[in-house]
């Protein structure tokens, strides 16, 4: 069974503003836009909430009520970094590590039982890393990331981590509070008036009831009153920082020297953040600097002891108008600041850092793929204008030959024109791999809409509820057919829809030459598709 712990931060985004400025403790202080057309208290520390502020209060009320509270704009930036620093401590312990938009971060203990057998003694070290962050956190752990974030929520401030055993999700969440449970504001109050004070009171109510009370709010609440609903959160994976590096054989100043030097890096980097998916935010440009000698005009190396411990470094940081894989745009951006400097020494090494990435859209993948054949094609006309001018010797390739000595296994002949072609427009491996053969001569899966439900028993299959379709046609009417092979199980599951869902695909051949893509969901048997 999979257990899943959840460490909750009450006011997380108030609780990171008062950490980095420790002289607001004790004071009302709330987070809110007050520039923004009828703002609203978004968190509260407790000392305004003794006020009366609490969140979703208008600001005008606000004010009246508590006119010396401080009032902190929210900060996008400063949140994600916050995050981002909980996750990263949060790593240690779990691979599969997420959060939601609440204040609450998940640890997906899947494969973690040899590394954290005690559950109990887990929670406390989680409780203690979150307390070194500077946090007052309530860590909780269950089967369910429902049930984990529920009873965390619902716990006393500085009680210790609670650990639920396995099977008595339900027993838990049937303990706690209405407001244990994420709901909209006001349903609370609604079924306080019928009496039902408790999650286990939800149980009472005939199926169905909350659903044609309160629309999709109620059939999820009833989905998470019966634990069956999906989980409350989606695992992030650590975010690696690309960077590349180039030392330079000779020092350069010279701008177009640099330039040069640095399309060459930032290619290499772009490379890298797009086979994450991933676009530039935020860029870093390091230059190591040689000392350099004015009078002798010699660039050389610090000797040992030098003052930093290396080549002095110039760093800048380069932001472009919106997150890109467009070299052009940041190359622009790196002649814009090197062409403003005077740089103090020549350059020795010249660095690159993706120090933020957002999410590539896949727009933005397609015209970086389109920007890496136009570069294939520039460097085919490039071979091609050598070999017109200078001789076929004029462009050569490496190639392996079978020598015994290892220095001499590597020779250089010259390209030939169908390899100069092939550099414009490179296969694919996934056309390498294909045979040679006719188009019509490759299968073709045609899908049944909607999936028609089957008997599939053993050695035979039942096809007559899919009597107009190619696998029964192709039996020339015989329904029930025995098969011969099968593939398979293809399992899949996920979190698509509210209840989530599990399948099981096979391929399976019958005696009487269909083939068919079956899945089996819930017990039952379904025709996905057959291949004609």
């Not at 899945?519 to 039952?524: A, I, N, T, Y």
């Amino acid at each position: 069974m999979i257990r899943t712990a959840c460490i909750w931060i009450p006011r997380f985004e108030l609780a990171a503003r008062l950490r980095e400025s420790p002289e607001l403790r004790g004071q009302p202080v709330i987070l809110a836009d007050a520039a923004a057309t009828r703002a609203r208290v978004l968190e509260a520390t407790p000392e305004a909430e003794a006020a009366g502020l609490q969140p979703g209060l208008s600001m005008v009320t606000a004010r009246a009520l508590c006119p010396e509270a401080v009032i902190v704009p929210p900060d996008a930036a400063f949140l994600r970094a916050a995050r981002k620093e909980v996750l990263a401590a949060l790593y240690a312990f779990a691979e599969g590590v997420g959060r939601d938009e609440q204040g609450a971060f998940f640890l997906s203990l899947a494969g973690c039982e040899r590394l954290h057998p005690d559950e109990k003694v887990l929670g406390e070290k989680l409780a203690r890393t979150v307390r070194a962050l500077g946090y007052e956190g309530r860590v909780a752990i269950a089967g369910s990331a429902l049930a984990a974030w529920s009873v965390a929520r619902a716990g006393a401030e500085g009680a210790p981590a609670t650990v639920i055993p396995p099977g008595e999700d339900r027993a838990s969440l049937a303990a706690l509070p209405l407001e244990a449970l994420p709901m909209p504001e006001g349903m609370a109050r609604l079924l306080g008036l019928l009496g039902i004070e408790a999650v286990g009171g939800l149980e009472r109510l005939p199926p169905g009831a909350l659903a044609l009370r309160f629309g999709k709010a109620g059939l999820e609440l009833e989905e998470q009153a019966r634990g069956s609903t999906t989980s409350r959160f989606r695992v992030e994976e650590p975010v690696q920082v690309e960077e590349v590096l180039q030392e330079l054989d000779e020092p350069l100043e010279e701008l177009e020297a640099l330039l040069f030097v640095g399309k060459s890096v930032l290619d290499r980097l772009l490379t890298q953040v797009a086979r994450s998916r991933r676009v530039v935010v935020t860029l870093e440009l390091t230059l190591r600097l040689a000392i350099y000698s004015r009078r002798s005009h010699e660039a050389h190396e610090p000797h040992e002891g030098h003052a930093g411990a290396g080549l002095p470094e110039l760093t800048h940081r380069l932001r472009p108008a919106r997150p890109t894989l467009n070299s052009r745009t940041l190359l622009e951006l790196l002649r814009l600041w090197l062409s403003s400097q005077e740089l103090p020494a020549p350059v020795a090494a010249f660095g690159l850092r993706a120090v933020e990435v957002g999410c590539a859209s896949a727009r933005q993948l397609d015209l970086f793929a389109r920007q890496q054949e136009h570069d294939r094609e520039a460097l085919a006309t490039i071979c091609s204008r050598l070999v017109a001018t200078f001789g076929r010797e004029a462009v050569v390739r490496p190639r392996l030959v079978e020598r015994h000595l290892p220095e001499a296994r590597l020779s250089w002949m010259p390209l030939e024109g169908t390899e100069l072609a092939s550099l414009a427009s490179p296969r694919r491996a996934w056309q390498e791999e294909r045979p040679a053969a006719a188009p019509a001569a490759f299968p073709v899966l045609c899908l049944i809409e909607p999936p028609r439900p089957v008997t599939f028993e053993g050695a035979r299959i039942d096809l007559s509820s899919v009597a107009e379709e190619g696998p029964a046609r192709a039996a020339r009417g015989r329904h029930l057919q025995r098969v011969v092979a099968r593939e398979g199980p293809y399992r899949l599951q996920g979190e698509w829809w509210a209840t989530g869902f599990e399948r099981e695909y096979w391929l399976v051949r019958t005696a009487e030459g269909a083939v068919l893509w079956l899945f089996r969901s819930q017990g039952e048997w379904h025709v996905q598709a057959y291949v004609d």
